[in-house]
C-alpha cells in the first residue's frame, strides 16, 4: 500500500484507536512489564556505564594528579628527560613497587603497594587522610623511624593501630594516619595489597630500590601552558627520546584500561539485556495476538462497515506503538534512576559524578531497541489478522493458523528484526563478540522451535497410556493450539542463559578456590638480587625441603614495534591488546622453559651467540599476525632491543607456574642488569609451614618481595564474586523475561482451556482428575525445556571456558537440580495458578457460546 494512503488513514485509524483503548489495557499488561523490563535492563547499563566513563573524562586531572603522566619502569629519569619534564611545567614524582610490611619482631608481615611520593604531590586533586594533616608532616622523618600513611586494610592485616611502627626493607616507619582517599588511586590500577604511602627519601631508606627491582616512575606534570596540545607532546617525546621506552598517560584518558574494562563489561550486560528484551518480543507477540483474538468481533464489525484490511492492521498497529511507547517510558524512567542507586554502591571505589543528571544516548538508545523490539515481534500477530475474513472471524474460536502472513508483513518484521540486530552490533565495543552473541541467539530460535515440534511429535506418537489425567495431558502437548512451542520458547532461552552464566561462575570458582591452588606455586619471589640467590635457595630448602624451586631472570620490556612498525599502528583484535599495553615480563633461556612445548621453529643452541633471537608464545603470536622470521622490537632499561622471532611454543597459563610471552636468547640481554623471579611448588606444605617460610624469607632478605598464590586468589575469588553478582543480576532479568512471557502465554492460552475443561467437566470428569492432567501437562513441558538448557548452556559454557579462557571445564551437577527445580516450579506452579479459576467455571454461559 502507498504511503499517501497510509498518511491519510492515520487520522482516523488514530482516533478509532483511541476509543477503543478507553476500556483499559487488558491483556497488555505482559506486552507493558516485557517491554518496561528489557528497556529499563539497557537504559540503566548504558547510564551507569556512561556516569562512570564521563565521571573518569571530567575528573581526569584529579584522577591522575597531573595533566600528563610518563611512566619508566625499573629505572629514572636521565638529566635530558628530567630536564624536559620541566620544561612543560611542575613536575611531580612517584615510585611504586610491591614489599613486605613486616612486625619489628618478625612475627607476621604482608604484602604492600609501596609508593613514595614528593613534596609536589599532588598536583591536582587532594590526598584525604584521617587524622587530616599536611602530607609532608605526616611522611617526615621522627628519629630513627619515617612516618607513613597506610589504608585501613595494613592495620587489620598485622593487627596494628595508628603510631605503632612496623618495618619495610631496611627502613623504620611509623603509622601517622590511615588513608581515606588517595586522588589518582584509579589510575593506579588494580592492586592485589593495602597501600602504604612514604616519602621518596623514605622509600630510598628502605633499599628496596635495587638493580633490577621492579620498580615504576611515574613522572607527572601540570602543563605551564594548559592549552598545550597533547598530541604535539607525545610527538615532540617520541622525536626527542625515540628509545625512552616510556608510556604517556593524559588526563583525558587517566585510566584507559578501567574505562575500557567499564565498557567492555557495559557491553556484555547490554547484550544480556538485549536477550531479556528479544525473550519479551515473544510476549509480545504472544499478547498482541490474544489481544487481537479477544477483539475478533469488532474486527469483524470494522470489516462489515466496509473498512478496509490496510485501516483494520493500522488502527491496531496505533495501539501496538502507543502501548509499547507507555512500556518503553516506563523502562526508561526505570533506567534513568538506576544510577542514583547505583552510585550509592560504586562512591568510594570508582569515580562517580558530583550531581544526579540524565544520559540522553544511553536512554535513546534503549528506547529505540525497545521500539524495534515491539514493531518486529507485533507485526506478523497483525498480518495474521488482517487477512481472515470477518466471515470466518465470526465463525471461528480464533485466527490460529500456522503459515506465514502476506510477504509484507514478513518482510517488515524480518526489516526490524534486522535493523535491531544492525544497531546491536553498530553500537557494541566488541562487534564481533555482538555478532556471534546475536547469532547464538537466532540459532537458539531455531533450535527452540525444533524442539518444540519433536516434543509435540513424540507426544504425538506417544503409546496409549490407562491413566486419563496422563493421556488428556499428552493429548494437550501436540492438539491444535497447544502451549508446547510458547513454553518452550519463553522458558528455553531465559534458562539456557542462566545456565550458561552459572556454569560459567561455578568453573571459575572451583578453578580459583579448588584444582587451581593444588596445581599452582605455593609462593612467588621478586626481586632476587643474584648476590642473594644461593642464600635464598639455602633458606627456602630449610623450610619447605620438599619444595621444588624454580629461579629465572626477570627483567620488563615494552614492545615497541612489530616488524619494524610502531605498535600504536598495528591493528590488532582486542584479545591480543594486553601484550602490547604497557610493559611485560621477559626473561632468557639456554633451554625450553618448563610448562611449554615447541609448536613452530627450533630452539636456539645452548651457546649460541647470533643475533638476538625470541621465542614467542603461540596463541598471543597468532592473535598478534606474527609468524617465524617476523622481528620484535622491545625497549629495555631505555635500550631498544630488535629480535627475530625463532619459534613458537604452547604456554601453560592455566598453571599459573613462572611462563612469559618473550622468552630471548641468552645472549640478547649480555651484561643487562637484573633481578630474578622464584617460584617453590609444594602441594603436601601446611598453612604453618607456609607462614613459616613467609617470615623466614622476609627476616633474612627483606627487600625480596614474597607473594602467597593462595592470597592472591582470594583477592582475585572475591573480585569474580562482585562481578558475578552483577552478571546474575543480568540474567535474572532474562529470566523474569522468560517468566512474563510464560504467564502470557498460559493466560492466552486459558480460553481454549475454558472450554476444553467445561466440556470434560460436562462429560463427568472431576475437578483432581482436571488438575492432574494439568500438572502432568506442565511437567513434561518443563522437564523438556530444563533438559534442553542443560545441553545448550553447558555447550556454551564449555566453549567460553574451555575455548576462550583455556581453562578446565565440566557440568556441575548442583547446576542441574537448579535448573530442573526451577523449570518445574514456573511451569507446574504459573501453569495451575493461571488454570486454577478456569476449573471453577461455570459451564452454561460457555456452552451457550459453543
Known sequence: MRIGAVLKQFPLALRLALREMRGGLKGFYIFLACIALGTAAIAGVNSVSSAITQAIASQGQSLLAGDVRFELRNRTATPEEMAYF??????????????????????????????????????????????????????????????????????????????????????????????????????????????????????????????????????????????????????????????????IRTADSAAPSLTANITRFSQFLTLVGLTALIVGGVGVANAVRAYLDSKRSVIATFKCLGAPASLVALVYLTQIALIAAVGILIGLVAGALMPLVAMQFLEGVLPVPAEAQLYPSALLLAAVFGLLTALAFAIMPLGHAREVPATALFREQGFQSSRLPSWPYVLGAAAFLAALAGLAIFTAYDRYIASVFLGAIAFAFVVLRAVAMLITAI??????????????????????????????LSLGLGLALLVTLTLIDGNLRRELTGSLPDRAPNFFFVDIQGSELDGFRDVLSANMPEGKIIEVPMLRGRVMELNGVDVAKVEVPPEGQWVLRGDRGITYAKNVPENST????????????????????TDEGR???????????????????????????????????????????????????H????????????????????????????????????????????????????????????????????????????????????VLKTLGATRATLIRAFSYEYLMLGLATALFALFAGGVSAWFVVARIMKLPSSFLPDVAVMTVATALIMTVGIGLAGTWRILGQKAAPVLREL
Not at 616512575?217 to 605551564?224: G, M, P, Q, S
Not at 630452539?603 to 649460541?608: A, G, I, R, S
Not at 613462572?658 to 640481554?669: A, E, L, R
Not at 622464584?678 to 614474597?706: C, F, H, K, M, W
Request: net charge negative.
Open 623 to 673: 592473535e598478534l599476525g606474527l609468524k617465524l622470521g617476523d622481528t620484535v622490537t622491545v625497549n629495555v632499561l631505555g635500550r631498544n632491543i630488535t629480535a627475530r622471532i625463532a619459534n613458537f611454543r604452547n604456554v601453560e597459563w592455566e598453571s599459573l607456574s613462572i611462563n612469559f610471552v618473550m622468552v630471548f636468547s641468552p645472549n640478547t640481554f649480555a651484561g643487562a642488569p
Open 459 to 488: 507426544a504425538k506418537r506417544s503409546p496409549r497410556v490407562n491413566s486419563p489425567s496422563l493421556r488428556l495431558a499428552i493429548g494437550n502437548i501436540h492438539r491444535p493450539g497447544a502451549l508446547t512451542s510458547s513454553v518452550v
Open 598 to 617: 615447541l609448536s613452530a621453529g627450533e630452539w636456539w643452541p645452548e651457546d649460541y651467540t647470533g643475533e638476538p633471537l625470541v621465542s614467542f608464545s
Open 675 to 758: 633481578a630474578w623471579l622464584a617460584t617453590v611448588i609444594d602441594p603436601g606444605a601446611t598453612a604453618a609451614q607456609e607462614a613459616a617460610t613467609l617470615r623466614a624469607i622476609t627476616n633474612a632478605y627483606p627487600t625480596v618481595t614474597s607473594v602467597r598464590v593462595k592470597d592472591a586468589l582470594d583477592v582475585v575469588n572475591e573480585l569474580v564474586g562482585q562481578l558475578a553478582t552483577a552478571i546474575r543480576a543480568a540474567a535474572a532479568v532474562a529470566l523474569i523475561a522468560s517468566i512474563l512471557v510464560l504467564a502470557g502465554a498460559l493466560a492466552a492460552g486459558n480460553r481454549a482451556r475454558v472450554h476444553d475443561a467445561v
Open 86 to 247: 620541566q620544561s612543560l611545567g611542575d613536575v611531580s614524582l612517584s615510585t611504586g613497587l610491591r614489599s613486605m610490611a613486616r612486625l619489628p619482631d618478625g612475627s607476621d608481615q604482608t604484602l604492600v603497594e609501596a609508593r613514595g611520593v614528593d613534596g609536589a604531590y599532588p598536583l591536582y586533586g587532594a590526598l584525604e587522610t584521617v587524622p587530616q594533616q599536611p602530607s609532608a608532616d605526616l611522611m617526615a622523618r621522627q628519629g630513627d623511624a619515617w612516618g607513613a600513611i597506610v589504608a585501613p586494610l595494613l592495620l587489620d592485616r598485622l593487627n596494628i593501630a595508628v603510631g605503632d611502627e612496623i618495618l619495610l626493607g631496611n627502613a623504620k616507619i611509623k603509622v601517622t594516619a590511615t588513608m581515606a582517599r588517595e586522588p589518582d588511586a584509579v589510575s593506579e590500577g588494580f592492586g592485589l595489597a593495602p597501600r602504604l604511602m612514604l616519602s621518596q627519601e623514605a622509600l630510598q631508606a628502605s633499599g628496596l630500590i635495587q638493580t633490577g627491582s621492579l620498580v615504576e616512575n611515574a613522572y607527572r606534570i601540570r602543563l605551564t601552558n594548559p592549552d598545550a596540545s597533547i598530541a604535539t607532546i607525545r610527538d615532540d617525546s617520541a622525536k626527542a627520546f625515540p628509545t625512552a621506552g616510556w608510556s
